[in-house]
């Protein structure tokens, strides 16, 4: 079979199947509708390395106004990830620091310490508590929506890298959600048990209204 | 650690989560394109509580004109269902009540006897019928794309709620694909062994052509 | 076309697709192994109707004790849902009556009233609260696994059922997995921000240990 | 780099990854337990080629009897294709044969005319009728759930191949279902609007009881 | 039940169902924005059956320039699979022609020999090679993006039909990918352990730059 | 409302859902059967946090033989993430180190440079290439199934964390599966258009046969 048998045959090929190439992937297209599958996708022809690739977790999340920085690599950040199902972010931690109570709506997530020692864990449906102290180099899996935390358990920085069954996992932190919106204090305080006295001081630390 | 340091750390908090929060839901924008996944989201910043609450099924089915009368909340009907994977209907049935023989194409779904008794079945592929006389509070599952149907099996009025895995989940009703439809009768003839004749007699009740 | 022939063509028929028909539905046998997608198969050739029907929603929990009772029809109660993606439940509510605040890890609901007036809401990932007063007959969806409560508003029993988009939603209560669970006090106070001694007095209400 | 640390890479890699590969297929295991995601996997150290391979298309269906004749190559009949969301059949049309009308609850189809020229179509949920004839080479697709039908429309044996986009589609062919089973004949009359004769005399034909 | 109820029952019926009814199929609209979960959908009013046949695999690939040719019907070739999760293809073989190594990134396929003899085969992540001759009728099943392959066997023309579990499978070919791409031939050197002056002598067959 | 009412409260809530409660999570139980959605379910009431946790890459893999090692949190490593779509590895390669050319048949990819400099890309279906050299804190993300490859691209060892959106998502490498195998030569030349010498050759190196 001689060379140019072979281009005319490759070219064929290409062009056959060139339609379908374009749904190898959905880079995120931001001022074009979302769907329940994700935002809409660029134009292919555009599409560009610099849309599969990510800096902002380079950096470290700001702890010293205070002890912990979150940074997040979702697609809503992050363009390349859309429809693929997968994200990261990463947490910075001062000795002290805390990720407080939350859960994740839409995803799993496996939590990778990179440097120094964190406590974590998490509760399931069934009230029981998963707990561990973790080092450098561990890995811990958080299973879909359920409530978990992360406290920095040494004396130096802790850096942690997160990812996510989800290219968009959500997040609901338990003290915002309740303190730090304007859901009424008579109603957490009916439907949490907790003292209306003890929803107010902390809607005053929260911002929350209500 | 203070109250203002706790304040900036939920900030930070939100800030770094804010985008991702978008995807909590997709409230469907009828105006905007459809795709495979569901209609367009409508913007978060516009969505309120009343994009969530449907009112719909509040009035029985009308029953006097004739037997029977159903309403749904499908994502068609209710803008929040948008790509949440479940949605709801009522059927009203008057003694003699019958909701006739039909599937969803694209959706398994739960019967429930709310008031009075109801006779409902399935036939599977492999031709087994599954037939039951429900009373109030029993419930019934039907598996996905199957054909199945509830006669109202008592002297007074039955009210059903139908929960489907989708908020989509079609209707094929076997007498209106058939004899509602311009499906020549040759070819129903042909296909389903009916007589020429029986079939002509059932477009001609209803509405059918060709 | 005669019926001989018309027998043999659907035996023929039946005989090649008879194999396939077992994967109409697959009802859940609770003494075999279980994987991600949920239990394993019954054998076909021993289901019943009385394995896709349930009658344990007939009975109105009970709510003298105090004032509220919720039943489940999930997979682990009725086999026929598994693998079918759908699942119900109701809650009876007595006057003062309270679903406290909780989160479904696995699948978003639709509410419904059948009876009573019920205030219902849901916090967002962005800690925007949809709230709502409903009356008989109206439905709420909540998206999957955010925070979510309901309260009876009247002076009257209120009765609700409950769709999933799973037929194992799984239930998050919040106070349980704080306070009926052995999560430790201070990893309590540390990562919600309430105060010890709150926490210790609701671990006295809920049972917790720690 | 030298050839024998080639050797050690590669058999790195091979040892790292040497679990996960089980995964890239699960051949069916008749024996061992279904799930809702199909037949438990066979040891992949059993597993040969002819797991893959599948012979039973090879034969045309018998229309010597009469004039149809359908094979399948489901994952019921093909263990290879278990988990991998397609299948395929054939079916055989002397003139004058017919598919007769029928349903696949849990998949789409693509028809592919081999041989002959046939008359396909289908109804929607919205009673629309999409009906075609078709010569050699043309397709059609099926979407998932809904009534369709194929008639030999020549004067020659038809061949069709037939594809779906589930591993185990079944199949609900409406005589059989209603005509075939022990449905009884009131129930039908009354979901069907048919006269309890008619259906009295096709299940004569087709062998239903009750 | 008198003949007009009945058509008032089945208006009710579909007046009830209307809306659901247009998501029974999403036709692609190829000027529509797309999204993860495909093209958007055409308006329902305006489809007709041609959008659900397609043509393009009666004719036979060029094989006369050389010995191979493809023609698929994938989503981009024909907007009736859009979110159907099915497609097909054709490849036709003159003696000695060749499919070469390839793989699709987002399907499972089924490839069926209509005409001719065809040796075939996939090589799993443990480096498993599964090889077959296949005679007509014949089918063999690559799991999903798995390399594979086909090449003519016999001494006449061979056809073989391909079905994927996507409807866009998207394909990689390795030569193409390689060696018709702009990838340094110092990268593909270093990651293949080619040799620079073969994958140069390539680079010159298959157009590649770099 | 008084304590002990609360407590009952909570039982009766934790009984309603307990069963529920299960499907959080589905710990591999390796000795069980297999299914396309992954391995058995270890009893839930025999879990504990340990199986949540992973120390397997806390060890940087072997590079003094020679350059680059990798080792892998994938399901089959790692048994608390079955069923929950994501999965880990890290790499490290000193200076020279390659990860070579490579796809994973069920899963996207986020690449994280966690030490280090490392020069990577992919291939898609329409031969682009999407090439870049990355410095410490940045990723880039390959879509599912294309072929990528990374190299250390500076003079100081480099560290790589690789997260997938499946827990099992394969791995093929090129040259293992070309010339590691038992792939027939005159097969690997005729699909793959190399010289039989220089698989011949290859073959010697990474040990296939055939």
Request: net charge neutral; with cysteine; charged share 10%.
């Amino acid at each position: 079979m001689n060379s140019p048998a072979l281009i005319i045959f490759c070219f064929l090929l290409l062009s056959a199947f060139s339609h379908a190439a374009v749904q190898d992937f959905c880079v995120a297209d931001y001022s074009g509708p979302q769907s329940p599958a994700g935002y809409s996708c660029k134009n292919p022809g555009k599409v560009t390395v610099d849309d599969f690739v990510y800096s902002g977790l380079g950096v470290a999340g700001n702890t010293s106004t205070f002890k912990a920085g979150i940074t997040t690599a979702f697609v809503s950040d992050f363009p390349g990830l859309n429809g693929l199902g997968v994200s990261i972010a990463r947490a910075d931690l001062a000795p002290g620091g805390v990720v407080p109570l939350h859960s994740h709506p839409g995803a799993s997530e496996i939590l990778l310490v990179v440097e120094g020692t964190v406590t974590t864990g998490f509760v399931s449906s069934a009230n029981s508590v998963y707990l561990k102290t973790l080092k450098k180099g561990d890995i811990i899996v958080f299973p879909q929506g359920l409530l978990h935390f992360a406290v920095n358990a040494g004396h130096s920085n802790a850096l942690i890298f997160i990812t996510f069954s989800s290219e968009s996992p959500g997040l609901q932190i338990l003290d915002t959600a309740l303190f730090g919106s304007n859901l009424p204090t008579e109603l957490i305080a009916k439907t949490t048990f907790l003292d209306p006295a003890v929803v107010k001081k902390l809607k005053g630390v929260f911002g929350g209204s209500g």
